[in-house]
């Protein structure tokens, strides 16, 4: 699965800005997607994931109330809507997906995701 990620840029506090990430090379099933951040010297931090079959969402209680992950099966795209944008939003978001449909102790966890996107921008400042 190739991962193309998109849709960053700078934005101001109380702003909105959507992420897409285009998913390639396989039909995607059974597979879980998600988005992380990091900024220099931090862990990756996980944001939002979607299990492809069924749709089922999680999200970060940083994010919950300001951010919805969906999905678009028809384009294998999958989408993290920000809003209400904050500046210690500010990070390189990326788009990820593992090959199994995790469970909710899983989802959140870095390792269990086998392909990468390339990283976004977001800069949310004023």
């Known amino acids: 699965v190739q991962l193309q990620a998109s849709g960053g840029g700078a934005v101001l506090p109380g702003g909105s800005l959507r992420l897409s990430c285009a998913a390639s090379g396989r039909t995607l099933s059974r597979e879980t997607m998600a988005w992380f951040r990091q900024d220099p010297g931090k862990e990756r931090e996980f944001v939002a994931g979607i299990r492809w079959s069924g749709g089922s969402t999680f999200s970060s209680n940083a994010v919950k109330g300001r951010f919805t992950i969906s999905r678009n099966n028809a384009e294998s795209t999958v989408y993290l809507q920000m809003n209400s944008l904050k500046p210690e939003d500010t990070a390189v978001y990326y788009c990820?997906?593992?090959?199994?449909?995790?469970?909710?102790?899983?989802?959140?966890?870095?390792?269990?995701?086998?392909?990468w996107g390339q990283g976004t921008l977001v800069t949310v400042s004023s």
């Open positions: 990820a997906a593992s090959d199994y449909s995790l469970i909710a102790s899983s989802i959140r966890t870095p390792t269990w995701y086998n392909y």
